[in-house]
């Protein structure tokens, strides 16, 4: 599956400034922090950023995967109107190639990629020799680290342990992949680094052609090489400022975070105006009532809560709706159920309420399990649960024919109804301290 399901991105930044200047820059008012980068006193590298973009459908540095490296910069574009100033821009090149033939279009709107991401690339017979592991994520911070994450702006080195695909039953195509252990900054660039990364034999795998063209200064008939040498120019004396040797490097390439803006506001949208139109409380009918559904606990209620609904379809496979705004619109209502269970104790003592999201996947009656019961009895505590749609038991029909039929941009049908799921769990909230009680 296209790491598109893993991540999204791009931003810029771009001066006319040209090597020389980047020299001067490393030269002055700087010193060593903790992470052995050189910053300014403002905790900055010094560097100007000497950067312009090419966009590319297919990337020559991993000749064997058009998609990596993955994320990167190159997989997006300049768009002055966007908070970061870039926008993603996948090729259809970079979908999976199966019958049904997606279009990047969905996931063309953000104006950056996940900070969440997963850093995606293929180096031929790699081996796990030496990397940081999630039992060393100390490693990744060393000087020597053979894998480097890097804060363009601050220098710092970002905490990640690094492994191979083993889900991938040839090791042949098995994806190096990098993965963070904090959440990136938003509206920031990054710079990803490999470097004596070992195969079976023990020996470092050589760069490819066209990495090796950009490090070395070598003469090269990939057009992308020679449009990227001015990116390359700011790429390498930032690595080189922190510690990281130019010539050691089998790998390099940077990528941009998306925007808080991009990532939050639609849900922020829904939360603030669906929770002004429900008031004090969705409106709500109980369905039934199982009374003295296991010791200590009175009654189980079978609800069903009208809220605002965002979707144009309030089951699995249902799209956002948006305004003339851009942002989540809602054109009605739908009712969602809720299941709560009220502890006898009740009678005696107000219960506080508790509300329980459950697993991937799973369902609201999954507090129907004993050491739930059993927490809701002892506890004095109201227990109730939504569905979070999205990625409920309802959902796994729609997710699994998406992956079946390689209908990744349809993947937002998930992730919307998500957000809907989110906000049915304020609503629930809301109702149960509210009307209900």
Not at 6 to 19: K, P, Q, V, Y
Not at 118 to 134: H, K, N, R
Not at 269 to 276: F, K, Q, T, V
Not at 277 to 302: C, F, H, K, T
């Amino acid at each position: 599956m296209l790491p598109c399901l893993l991540a999204l991105a791009s931003f810029g930044c771009s001066t006319d400034a040209g090597d020389d200047e980047v020299a001067d820059a490393t030269e002055t008012g700087s010193e060593t922090d903790e992470s052995g980068s050189e910053t300014d006193e403002t905790g900055e590298t010094g560097i100007e950023p000497v950067v312009d973009w090419p966009t590319l459908d297919c990337d020559p540095l991993v000749p064997e995967y058009c998609a990596y490296p993955f994320p990167s910069n190159v997989f997006s574009e300049a768009d002055p109107n966007s908070p970061t100033g870039r926008r993603v821009a996948l090729s259809t090149e970079l979908m999976p190639k199966t019958d049904y033939s997606p279009v990047p279009d969905v996931w063309n709107e953000a104006d950056g990629f996940s900070p969440a991401s997963t850093m995606m690339a293929y180096l031929p017979g790699a081996t796990v020799t030496g990397l940081p592991t999630p039992i060393t994520i100390e490693v990744s911070l060393t000087p020597d680290s053979p894998t480097i994450i890097l804060d363009a702006e601050t220098g710092e080195r970002v905490a990640h342990f690094a492994e191979l695909d083993m889900s991938h039953d040839d090791p042949d195509r098995r994806s190096f992949m990098i993965k963070p252990v904090v959440g990136l900054e938003p509206d920031r660039r990054y710079i990803v680094a490999i470097r004596n990364v070992l195969d079976g034999s023990g020996g470092a795998i050589e760069p490819s052609e066209a990495f090796l063209a950009l490090r070395d200064d070598l003469p090269s008939t990939e057009p992308s090489v020679e449009a990227r040498r001015p990116l390359y120019a700011d790429i390498f004396p930032r690595l080189e400022q922190a510690g990281v040797a130019r010539a050691d490097l089998q790998l390099a390439w940077d990528f941009t975070t998306a925007s808080t803006e991009d990532t939050t506001s639609r849900l922020i949208h829904m939360r603030d105006e669906g929770l002004a139109l429900i008031g004090e409380g969705p409106e709500y009918e109980i369905v039934s009532v199982q009374m003295d559904p296991a010791p200590g606990v009175a009654m189980r209620l079978n609800i069903l809560m009208t809220v605002p609904l965002y979707l144009d379809d309030p089951g699995p496979g249902g799209n956002m709706l948006y305004g003339a705004d851009g942002l989540p619109e809602p054109t009605g209502t739908a009712q969602y159920p809720v299941l709560v269970h009220v502890p006898t104790s009740a009678v005696d003592e107000p219960a506080n309420p508790v509300a329980y999201g459950h697993g991937l996947l799973g369902s609201r009656f999954e507090i129907t399990a004993d050491h739930l019961m059993n927490f809701c009895a002892n506890g004095n505590v109201v227990v109730f649960a939504t569905d979070w749609v999205g990625m409920a038991a309802d959902d796994i029909n729609n997710i699994a024919s998406l992956i079946a039929a390689g209908r990744i941009d349809d993947f937002s049908t998930v992730t919307d109804r998500l957000q809907q799921g989110l906000f049915n769990g304020m609503a629930a909230m809301r109702m149960i301290q509210g009307p209900l009680a």
